[in-house]
């Protein structure tokens, strides 16, 4: 089975620190994706990535980075985390020529 | 313009009823159309994915596709109160675009 693990389940941060989530897959999936999800508003693309220490920016990338120095391993990066950024964070894998995505369990991201 | 809608819920239905789902998409070139399930407090996971016009089944889950009129839906047959959940419709244009999700709730 696909397995997509997430660092943290629930995060609690203040406004301006750095917030680093990390995802993990233990598939050999070349693409790696980063959502976020809020009621009303579905998921939302910020950031996804094809191969090692490449990436794309999604629909809403603004305030957000990403990192992917190996290919397991795909890393967002709030770099002054602001309230409008609590959310629930969901990472999610596929096999390069394949569309179907395997999600993780989300990180549930309070920002005070 | 939100590139994906589905219909507004929350869709309440009896169990053994058929629920029934719709999705309309803006992209007219879009190739691939998924249905995603996601349990309260849990992720989406993908029930099922539809690549050609018509219907596709997978057990009480089917699937219609119908391109020119950019639309796509989902029926659940024999609903359970396991199939209370929200439903997520995505369309692939080079990337998954979500619609906002459809709740459904099968009331025993």
């Known amino acids: 089975d696909v397995k997509v693990t997430q660092s943290s389940r629930y995060l609690v941060k203040r406004t301006g620190e750095k917030v680093f989530l990390e995802c993990v897959q233990d598939?050999?999936?070349?693409?790696m994706f980063w959502y976020r999800q809020d009621p009303g508003l579905g998921l939302r693309l910020i950031y996804f990535s094809y191969d090692v220490k490449m990436k794309e920016k999604g629909d809403i990338p603004e305030g957000y980075s990403v990192s992917r120095e190996k290919k397991e391993r795909f890393s967002l990066i709030l770099e002054s985390a602001s309230t409008n950024q609590t959310s629930m964070y969901l990472c999610?894998?596929?096999?390069?020529?394949?569309?179907?995505?395997?999600f993780g369990p989300g990180t549930r991201l309070l920002v005070l | 313009q939100k590139e994906v809608e589905q219909n507004s819920g929350p869709l309440s239905v009896p169990e053994g009823a058929i629920a029934s789902l719709n999705c309309t998409y803006s992209?007219?070139?879009?190739?691939?159309f998924f249905w995603y399930r996601q349990y309260s407090g849990k992720s989406p996971e993908l029930i099922m994915f539809?690549?050609?016009?018509g219907d596709k089944e997978d057990g009480r889950f089917t699937a219609q596709l119908n391109k020119a009129s950019q639309y796509v839906s989902l029926l659940i047959r024999d609903s359970q109160p396991s199939d209370s959940a929200t439903y997520l419709c995505a369309v692939n244009d080079y990337k998954l675009s979500f619609g906002a999700g459809t709740t459904v709730t099968v009331r025993a």
């Open positions: 999610a894998s596929s096999k390069q020529g394949q569309e179907t995505q395997y």
């Open positions: 539809i690549y050609s016009n």
């Open positions: 598939m050999d999936h070349e693409n």
């Open positions: 992209d007219r070139g879009s190739q691939s």
